[in-house]
T-cell receptor, first 110, second 116 residues
Framework: RKEVEQDPGPFNVPEGATVAFNCTYS??????FFWYRQDCRKEPKLLMS???SGNEDGRFTAQLNRASQYISLLIRDSKLSDSATYLC???????????FGAGTTVTVRA | SAVISQKPSRDICQRGTSLTIQCQVD?????MFWYRQQPGQSLTLIAT?????????ESGFVIDKFPISRPNLTFSTLTVSNMSPEDSSIYLC?????????????FGPGTRLTVL
């Protein structure tokens, strides 16, 4: 089983729609969780860290479910500019190395 | 965050040759990492670049193939040695300040390598 798994998509949604997707991780003792956004041929950029209590940043909401070992990302009121690949990343306990999922591709259409 | 630059941004190399990639940060950072992203794949950690000591390599990566230097807290190099077409990939450095209260990593712009 891979350390971090994501639904690759693609998720094709119209502007204004809500899209949500999950990322599962295999190590129950994983320490930190992140969502990165990667545009084509660019480096990953941090979208948000994911906290135990869940967190929201504008139209983006991230949740952590430790019992079921997954994190989620929800995008409300999708914009064309949200089209990208979203990577989840996880660190093991007492370490700072990132393990990445394969990414979820989101395409927002006009 | 910090400003992270990588050189070269891209290169096309012949098999059997070596390429050294530089990563420069505009401030001192605690940790630096090197990742590889093969075409259509996600990122895979190659090694942690340790300042003043040998890098810590992940399973499947060895020092002879990917020698790494980190002479100070703002600079690191990754060499891809004796290249083959399978080494065609994007190589990214990342930095973190885990003792500043966050373990978030920030990535450089990447080096796109094509091996013929």
């Amino acid at each position: 089983r891979k350390e971090v798994e994501q639904d690759p998509g693609p998720f094709n949604v119209p502007e204004g729609a809500t899209v949500a997707f999950n990322c599962t991780y295999s190590n129950s003792a994983s320490q930190s969780f992140f969502w990165y956004r990667q545009d084509c041929r660019k480096e990953p950029k941090l979208l948000m860290s994911v906290y135990s209590s869940g967190n929201e940043d504008g139209r983006f909401t991230a949740q952590l479910n430790r019992a079921s070992q997954y994190i989620s990302l929800l995008i409300r009121d999708s914009k064309l500019s949200d089209s990208a690949t979203y990577l989840c990343a996880v660190t093991p306990p007492n370490d700072y190395k990132l393990s990445f999922g394969a990414g979820t591709t989101v395409t927002v259409r006009a | 965050s910090a400003v992270i630059s990588q050189k070269p941004s891209r290169d096309i190399c012949q098999r059997g040759t070596s390429l050294t990639i530089q990563c420069q940060v505009d401030s001192q950072v605690t940790m630096m990492f090197w990742y590889r992203q093969q075409p259509g794949q996600s990122l895979t950690l190659i090694a942690t670049a340790n300042q003043g000591s040998e890098a810590t390599y992940e399973s499947g990566f060895v020092i002879d193939k990917f020698p790494i230097s980190r002479p100070n807290l703002t600079f690191s190099t990754l060499t891809v040695s004796n290249m083959s077409p399978e080494d065609s990939s994007i190589y990214l450095c990342s930095v973190a300040w885990p003792f500043s209260g966050t373990d978030t990593q920030y990535f450089g712009p990447g080096t796109r390598l094509t091996v013929l």
